[in-house]
């Protein structure tokens, strides 16, 4: 396993911490393609310190869009391709691992950044047979264009539900029609490789079931059967209520203290199926505290695997 943590420019000041004070040597970016300038300083204060960079790809389209392969809105679907082609060329540019991004939805979404705000725009949604369709045509091509640019590609599972308002709250959500685990596992099948982020997969489960016994036999099945093309765990928390949603909790022994999914002996365990594999990278995404999540998963990977 490869640790790491997430940064961006917002809170690259800790990021950089991570890596002066405790020896990170990997991190993923959270990546605004639209909005290249405050990225130069961080790419080259990290290829200087020889730490391995992750592209997590971002970007709107028309400036209020959410970027989607799963739309039939030819518009918005041509201009997703084309902002993950370009992230990936950056990323091949700055010679950094990986370009991670999202498989999209059936409905089309509204993303305010500044705002951190989002919802589902007043359009026609996507059958779910065609937006699978459109999905793994857009992957295979995007997978194609990433293999030609030696880079790795990964998609990452999303959750059942969305909340309005990034953090701010889980009480006002909708089901834009996400990435089904199913169409995660075709992509499997036609060679793309995955990013299991592990409450966003919680969050699928959770749409049909809020116990958190089945949610975990279900989410440790699908975990061990998509590892073969698993690239990249994104291991955070969720805190109750389990109705698809994620919060992005931390995986500190102080998040610990409070009820969360999955428990750190369920992490454990997950990690126990990567433990010997140095092409898989294991990053938290906390809400805040970059520096003590990333110092937490050191301490549960050592114990995982103490030799």
């Known amino acids: 396993m490869v ?16 890596i002066t004070k405790h020896g990170a040597k990997m991190c993923e970016i959270w990546f605004n393609v639209t909005e290249q300038k405050p990225y130069n300083e961080i790419f080259t204060w990290l290829q200087d310190r020889d730490v391995r960079i ?15 392969l799963m739309t039939a809105d030819e518009a918005i679907r041509t201009e ?12 091949a540019d700055i010679q950094a691992v990986y370009v991670n991004i999202h498989p999209g939805a059936q409905a089309i979404e509204r ?33 194609f264009y990433a293999k030609e640019k030696s880079i790795l590609l990964t998609i990452e599972t999303l959750p059942g539900k969305e909340n309005t308002e990034y953090m701010a709250g889980r009480s006002r959500i909708y089901d834009p029609g996400n990435a089904s685990l199913p169409m ?30 089945e949610i975990w036999k ?17 291991i955070n928390t969720v805190e109750p209520p389990y ?45 805040e505290n970059t520096q003590d999540n990333f110092l937490a998963l050191k301490v549960l990977a050592s114990e995982d695997n103490p030799e």
């Open 243 to 287: 109705n698809g949603t994620d919060s992005h909790g931390g995986i500190t022994d102080n998040d610990f203290t409070t009820e969360r999914f999955p428990s750190k002996e369920q992490l454990q365990q997950i990690l126990s199926l990567f433990s010997h594999r140095d092409d898989v990278y294991i990053v938290p995404e906390p809400r």
């Open 184 to 213: 995660m596992e075709k992509l499997t099948v036609q060679g793309n490789f995955i990013a299991n982020d592990l409450t966003h997969t919680t969050g699928q489960i959770s749409k049909e079931t809020d116990n958190t016994q």
């Open 111 to 143: 993303l305010n950044f500044e705002a951190n705000t989002q919802g589902p725009e007043n359009k026609a949604s996507t059958s779910a047979e065609l937006a699978e369709t459109l999905l793994l045509e857009g992957a295979r091509e995007l997978q």
């Open 3 to 18: 640790l790491g943590f997430k940064t961006g420019p917002k809170n690259f000041a800790e990021g950089q911490q991570a």
């Open 54 to 68: 992750g592209l997590h790809h971002w970007g709107l389209v028309e400036g209020r869009y959410k970027t989607n």
């Open 218 to 234: 279900r989410l440790f099945s699908f975990t061990q059967k998509i590892a073969p093309a698993t690239r990249l765990i994104h």
């Open 80 to 91: 997703t391709i084309r902002q993950i082609k370009q992230t990936i060329d950056i990323a």
